[in-house]
């Protein structure tokens, strides 16, 4: 009977390691957790973006993982990350422990994801950045390559190549407001929300537009949830600008869109204004965002690749609105994740990372590489240029978002000019034209 | 500049005047102190949103059904969860936030966190001395200085009001005088939620709808209230405007601080409390009582 027990007890204990302990692989599915602030439309494009892929995956059969094939789960964490960092720590750790997810796609904002990525590091899980664009994320793989190795960037690049294709957008509209309403000097407003994201970009601003023939008119750095920017309009048709630069991620955007529009302030507005990238900016100002032009990822009718109308088309057949760049999470998963999964054959994620640095494909946005410092050090960072990722120039004209750039445009002189598929030119606003033209 | 400073101080200020008069009254006749009130004016915002862009009510009538819902919805809170607990304040203080909580997860749910808006009641611009001033700014204005003195009137005119001062002065010599007090208070809250509910329908046009829209200008209303003296109606509008002047001075003389509108004003707020710390109007309104 003793001895009955003790394999009784064997055999219990054997059990309960496979059941623990199981690699991933071991299980039928694999798990990815699709991480982002579930109630908000940042999270919705996360998880849309991650549906949409899982779906044509399971269609298919699944990722041929070695031998089998494995449908993939996915697992909604809802980080809450706009309100609350505890929530957005608290669920990663769930969706890692609880749910043991394989990989994770998602996160927005740059400080939840610095606290997010720590986690997943901690457990040595795959982490594909959808949302967050402070170099740091990346930086920490070049300085701790051991721990950080696991992060990868996803979407956007990173927000010194995002200062950079807005200083591109403010020389292009600059060009414009110069040479149609004759100004000898465009003068521009800085107008970045007070987020750790902007800080690098407003610094980059500052240097930067008197290097472009332009004057900074100064800088203002409401809250990234002001309800009244009216004051902070005032001052800046007072400081005389032609353009207004503006960095804004949060309900500011529309703020200030719609009370610059109700004010006819003669100003062109250029740079990132994530409320406009969405469809239902035009309703949420009341139509006064009209002429507002952001960075994008994606626009109706606008094609980088071949890839691009296939994914936007099918994204607005089942959502109903055009995907923001937070529906990257689409690429991540079937771009990224599942072919180097097939092509390590495993889910071991040392090894998938020594495939997916060095991988090189085509998204529905562009051309993904990950790039290496000036050390030679990777840094898991994309990177950014004619022929890989490069964004939109959107603005709102109409009713109807628009993409304006990149028109006949050359990164350097000898290149090439680049105009994508669907483009039309910028628009200036009849107020500016109305207060400038002589 | 000045121009500009005062014009922007004067609109901003109007704003809180409108929140803190609501807020104000109910405390100052109560003693309940609402930390939900905000949260009647989000409720409100969102009863707007819904009446004019899902069913395509006109604003104005929109704006009516809002205030009259929010009202009711505010007297059945009232009665269930402030009432029965009114004698302990510490209690009520707590019920209030659940309350605001509530609210707003509520409307997360309904609604999600996404960026709504409502319709202007007034498009287009004035400029005055080269400001441009929203017309929808003027009305906020123009109906701040109205519900002052709508409810000065109330308060001093009427029997309704003869009831509330009374009650606020002494509740146990009201109640041995034949007064309901707990009526009174009842009807004190409807017109302090009312309030709230107006300040939406005005207020929200110029901002933007979302479920969490409520704690930024409860800070600032409870600033404006501590400032002008708890319970007072004359220091809530006098403090409003205080406020509203301070942070329009932050935007205009150092625009990289300008997120910093809200800290300054409530530093604003502590340092008239270390030199008075009942308030501007702290004394006055007891010698009114």
Known sequence: MKRFGFVLGVLLAVCLVM????????????????????????????????????????????????????????VKADSNEFLSMTDATNAMELAITRHKVDFLVGGFRTEAVLAMQDIAMDYKKIFIGCGAAHPKLCTRVAQNYDRYKYWFRGTPFN?????????????????????????????????????????????????????????????????????DVTAELSAIQRAGAHMIFTTFSSSVGITFARQAGELKI??????????????????????????????????????????????????????????????????????????????????????LVAVLENRECMVPSGKI???????????????????????????????????????????????PEITYKGIVPYKIAPWIIDKYKK | MIIDIIISGLINGSVYALLAIGFSLIFGVARIVNIAHTAFY??????????????????????????????????????????????????????????????????????????????????????????????????????????????????????????????????????????????????????????AAFAGAVVVPLSVVHPHMWMHPLIMMMAVVVLGGLGSLKGSFVGAYILGLAESLVVFLIPMGAFLKGSVALSIMILVLLIRPEGLFGVAFEEER
């Not at chain 1, 936007?312 to 771009?335: L, N, R």
């Open chain 1, 19 to 74: 059941t623990i302990g199981s690699p991933a692989w071991g299980a039928k599915v694999i798990k990815i957790g699709v991480i982002g602030p579930m109630k908000f439309v940042q999270g919705k494009g996360h998880w849309n973006g991650a549906t949409l892929a899982a779906e044509e995956i399971n269609a298919k059969g699944g990722i041929q993982v070695g031998k089998k094939k494995m449908k993939i789960e996915l």
């Open chain 1, 159 to 227: 927000s010194m190549y995002l200062a950079r294709t807005c200083f591109i957008h403010m020389a292009t509209v600059g060009a414009i407001l110069k040479k149609m309403l004759n100004i000898p000097k465009v003068k521009v407003a800085i107008v970045a929300e007070k987020a750790m994201w902007v800080d690098p970009m407003v610094a980059a601003a500052k240097g930067f537009i008197p290097k472009m023939g332009m004057e900074v008119a100064g800088i203002w750095r409401p809250s990234a949830v002001a309800t």
């Open chain 1, 266 to 351: 003669p100003a062109a507005q250029v740079g990132i204004n994530v409320e406009a990238q969405k469809d239902g900016f035009w309703d949420a100002t009341e139509g006064m965002g009209n002429y507002v032009m952001t960075m994008n990822t994606y626009a109706r009718g606008v094609e980088y690749n071949e890839l691009t109308a296939p994914f936007v088309d099918k994204y607005i057949k089942k959502f109903a609105e055009v995907p923001t760049y937070t529906a990257d999470t689409y690429a991540a998963i079937i771009y990224t994740l599942a072919p180097t999964i097939e092509e390590a054959g495993t889910l071991d994620a040392d090894k």
């Open chain 1, 369 to 415: 590489r990950y790039t290496k410092d000036t050390e030679g050090r990777h840094l898991h960072d994309l990177k950014w240029g004619p022929g890989y990722l490069t964004s939109l120039g959107t603005q709102w004209q109409d009713g109807k978002l628009k993409g304006v750039w990149p028109n006949r445009w050359k990164a350097s002189k000898d290149a």
């Open chain 2, 42 to 195: 989000m409720v409100a915002s969102y009863c707007i949103y819904y009446a004019t862009h899902q069913m395509g009510v006109h604003p104005v009538l929109a704006m009516l059904v809002a205030i009259g819902l929010v009202t009711l919805i505010g007297l059945i809170c009232y009665k269930l969860f402030i009432d029965p607990i009114r004698e302990h304040e510490a209690a009520v203080l707590i019920a209030t936030i659940a309350l605001a909580i509530a609210m707003q997860e509520i409307m997360l749910l309904i609604f999600t966190g996404d960026f709504l808006s409502v319709p202007a009641l007034v498009t287009g611009y004035l400029k005055i001395f080269e400001v441009k001033i929203a017309y929808q700014q003027l009305l906020t204005f123009a109906v701040a200085l109205l519900i002052l003195a709508g409810v000065w009137a109330l308060l001093k005119k009427t029997r309704l009001g003869l009831a509330v001062r009374s009650t606020a002065q002494d509740r146990e010599v009201a109640n041995l005088m034949g007064m309901n007090e707990s009526r009174v208070a009842m009807m004190t809250m409807a017109v302090s939620v009312g309030l």
